[in-house]
Structures are given as structure tokens and as C-alpha cells.
């Protein structure tokens, strides 16, 4: 079993930054891809960044790209989502999703997910 859990959640005006970051932990979670979706207010669940699993190569979706860098420090088996310039409309829960095959997290069909974190930009 794998397990996830996200930190670094809150409340930022509009232009700010936040990190998240999401421990892995199990037997092969060192071997998974990472990645991030998120869910808004009354919006459906969407795709927003994944890392393979040595951490050399990254997909974003094209809303975030330039704003968001996702990075994996395996040594910490952690995956980190940095958000720079952040909008009202990136206000949702980001969740942490892991897989062997980074299309599943892209097609938010993740074998594993966290618990989530709320992020709110305010305008």
C-alpha cells in the first residue's frame, strides 16, 4: 500500500506563491509517478502536474504552465508543486496522486491519492 499525504495549503492574495508538498510513503511509492489535480467549487477535478518517477521529466497543463513547477526530491521520496503568480481561479483542494504510469494520473485515474489541501487566492 501507498500512502500520500499533502501539506502546505492556505490563504494567499492574488500574485502570491505557495509550495505544496506531498510525502510518500510504502514499499514501491519510490518507484511511482507524482503528480497533482485539484477540484474547485462546484467544478469537476482536474489534471495540473506530474513527475516520473526518477524526477527527470515533468507535464503540466497549459493553464499552469509558467506559473507552477512541480519537483522530486527522492531522497525525501517527496514531490513538491511550486505555485508562483497564483489566480482566484487556482482556488481549490490540490490532491496528491500516484501511479506506475504517468497517463493515469494525467487522466486522473491514479492508482493512489492524499486526503487533499485547500488552497484559496483571494482577488
Known amino acids: 500500500q501507498v500512502q500520500l499525504v499533502e501539506s502546505g495549503g492556505g490563504l494567499v492574495q492574488a500574485g502570491g506563491s505557495l509550495r505544496l508538498s506531498c510525502a510518500a510513503s510504502?514499499?514501491?511509492?519510490?518507484?511511482?509517478?507524482i503528480g497533482w489535480f485539484r477540484q474547485g467549487p462546484e467544478r469537476t477535478p482536474e489534471f495540473v502536474a506530474v513527475?516520473?518517477?526518477?524526477?527527470?521529466?515533468?507535464f503540466y497543463e497549459d493553464f499552469v504552465k509558467g506559473r507552477f513547477t512541480i519537483s522530486r526530491d527522492r531522497a525525501k521520496n517527496t514531490v513538491y508543486l511550486e505555485m508562483d503568480n497564483l489566480k482566484p481561479g487556482d482556488t481549490a483542494v490540490y490532491y496528491c496522486a500516484a501511479d506506475p504510469l504517468e497517463i493515469n494520473i494525467k487522466a486522473l485515474a491514479a492508482a493512489y491519492r492524499g486526503q487533499g489541501t485547500q488552497v484559496t487566492v483571494s482577488s
Open positions: 510504502g514499499r514501491t511509492s519510490d518507484t511511482l509517478a
Open positions: 513527475v516520473g518517477w526518477t524526477g527527470a521529466t515533468t
